[in-house]
């Protein structure tokens, strides 16, 4: 018997699979525990829309992400820092400064987590910061840190 998974199962297939199944199996285990629907013209149909309009939503998803890389590219975020002799900052820049900076000063709201600091900043002066927008798409955003 031909059915669609709903959930991935171990040892069966993945979420969205169309497997041949024994009936048995399927009406004794799939079906009883909503693993599996028959693979009915009405039910593939609904898959098959279901995946066209994921993946639509992927395409928009990477575009607006490489947009946005745009704009983060060609911005400067200024932060200011209580500094020591020589330039030192007490303390150093975090992600979750860079973040509340860059929706204060642009009005850019992305979470801290996808914000990544290659190198400790402990000085005054300019550094790049990498944002993680999309799985394939990273944006380098400048930081000028200056003095109170």
Same mark, same amino acid.
């Given at each position: 018997?031909? !059915?669609?998974?709903?959930?991935?199962?171990?040892?069966?297939?993945? &979420? *969205?699979?169309?497997?041949?199944?024994?009936?048995?199996?399927?009406?004794?285990?799939?079906?009883?525990?909503?693993?599996?629907? +028959? %693979? =009915?013209?009405?039910?593939?149909?609904?898959?098959?829309?279901?995946?066209?309009?994921?993946?639509?939503?992927?395409?928009?998803?990477?575009?607006?992400?490489? %947009?946005?890389?745009?704009?983060?590219? =060609? &911005?400067?975020?200024?932060? %200011?820092?209580?500094?020591?002799?020589?330039?030192?900052?007490?303390? =150093?820049?975090?992600? &979750?400064?860079?973040?509340?900076?860059?929706?204060?000063? +642009?009005?850019?709201?992305? *979470?801290?987590?996808?914000?990544?600091?290659? *190198?400790?900043?402990? &000085?005054?002066?300019?550094?790049? !910061?990498? !944002?993680?927008?999309?799985? *394939?798409?990273? %944006?380098?955003?400048?930081?000028?840190?200056? =003095?109170?």
């Amino acid at each position: 018997m031909k !059915v669609i998974l709903l959930q991935d199962v171990k040892g069966v297939g993945k &979420k *969205d699979q169309i497997i041949e199944a024994s009936d048995g199996y399927v009406r004794n285990f799939l079906m009883p525990k909503k693993l599996a629907v +028959e %693979a =009915s013209k009405v039910n593939v149909t609904a898959l098959e829309t279901k995946k066209r309009g994921a993946e639509k939503q992927r395409v928009k998803d990477l575009e607006d992400a490489r %947009a946005m890389k745009a704009l983060l590219e =060609s &911005k400067t975020i200024t932060i %200011a820092q209580k500094t020591g002799e020589g330039g030192r900052l007490f303390g =150093s820049v975090t992600n &979750k400064e860079v973040a509340q900076a860059l929706s204060d000063q +642009e009005g850019i709201d992305i *979470d801290r987590k996808k914000i990544t600091i290659p *190198d400790v900043i402990k &000085k005054t002066g300019e550094h790049s !910061v990498d !944002v993680r927008l999309h799985t *394939d798409v990273a %944006a380098k955003l400048q930081l000028m840190i200056k =003095s109170l």
